[in-house]
């Protein structure tokens, strides 16, 4: 889908994405590259940051990729350094990296339980933290990708929810504690979103099933989070901090029963 933001939008802004070597991570990367951002990518797999990076550059856009684990903060701190020095300043962070599977409350391991903690909350602190004295020189933005399930409980994902839920709070802190130096921080909250691995594991087999519990009747695409984010970023949003923008079709609404019913078919 073609942005509906006029072209060039972000011309002469440096973004940083965490996670951006798939997924919503890499669709933010390409839609902030197409408004005339250059993008640093960050992600634990080089092969698919150069994939990423490619289709940015085919694309006109340009690009740099940093392998990193957003769960090392002094490798995170110098990849963020790195962008910065090599695009001449940082305005954009989104972070957008986690880690995620399906399983009961009753036999999550402590190790995974702080494994998705780790990279989804802490990861995202960790690139706030890092990426700050760059931001505050720019006067800049940042978006955290959460998800619905912060808010709404869902079977499966007691560790997700959790750390999903800290990045909606820790989204707010920031927000506050960095106003005064002009820094922005949001969230995006997407809800079931087609071609992510995420609703690959938890939406089933049924998907048509699945997409007639959300109130506009489909699931969301990809793209359509990019358009929230780049909202998020732009000047049409500079009153805009501490918010979390719901990008779910109204699924949210509808509570926790869909998954809950779609949890008890499976375990029978």
Known sequence: MQSVFAPNLLAGKVAFVTGGGSGIGAGIAKRLAEQGARVGLLGRRAEKLDEVARAIRDAGGEASCHPCDVRQYDALEAAIGACADKFGRLDVLVSSAAGNFLAPAAGLSANGFRAVVEIDLCGTFNASRAAFAHLSKSRGAIVNITATLATVPTPLQSHAGSAK??????TRDLALEWARFGVRVNSV??????????MTRLGGDDRAAFEKRVPLGRWGRIDEVCEAVTYLVSPAAAWITGATLLVDGGASLMGPAGFLEMFETSSR
């Not at 909250?189 to 995420?198: L, S």
């Open 165 to 170: 839920a800290g990045i909606e709070m820790l």
């Open 189 to 198: 909250a997407p809800g079931p979103i087609a071609d992510t691995e995420g």
